[in-house]
């Protein structure tokens, strides 16, 4: 199993930006999806945006157009870079990669209904507040 380690939370006005980080314990080159998970208080942690081996990204429509997803596949690391941020992102914001049926999904709606193949690591919190 990959073991993922995120970063670069932290308290931002309304319409900042942030970026995360993800740091994965082995390579990611041979891992067909990758995604972000933001899991508000209360509220169960579903994805916001997957990367694909072939470089293929998608978001759910609350974030496209504001959040973009990379991968560095030589530094084992993926990253979520969010902009015109709002308080409803607010989260704690986890990595992870997607099943093995990812590999078949075309479209944010097939992936969201992939389990992630990992277990979860410790998360990093998004606050946005004025």
């Known amino acids: 199993q990959v073991q993922f380690v995120e970063s670069g939370g932290g308290l931002v006005q309304p319409g900042g930006s942030l970026t995360l980080s993800c740091a994965a314990s082995g390579s990611i080159l041979h891992l067909d999806a990758l995604g972000w998970y933001p899991q508000a208080q209360g509220q169960r942690r579903e994805l916001a945006a997957v990367?694909?081996?072939?470089?293929?990204?998608d978001y759910v429509p609350s974030v496209k157009g504001r959040f973009t997803m990379t991968r560095d596949n030589a530094n084992n690391a993926v990253y979520l870079r969010m902009n015109n941020l709002k308080p409803e992102d607010t989260a704690v914001y986890y990595c992870?990669?997607?099943?093995?049926?990812?590999?078949?999904?075309?479209?944010?709606?097939?992936?969201?209904?992939?389990?992630?193949?990992?277990?979860w690591g410790q998360g990093t919190q998004v606050t946005v507040s004025s």
């Open positions: 990367l694909t081996k072939q470089e293929a990204t």
């Open positions: 992870n990669s997607l099943g093995d049926l990812a590999r078949f999904c075309v479209g944010y709606r097939c992936w969201a209904d992939i389990n992630p193949k990992n277990s």
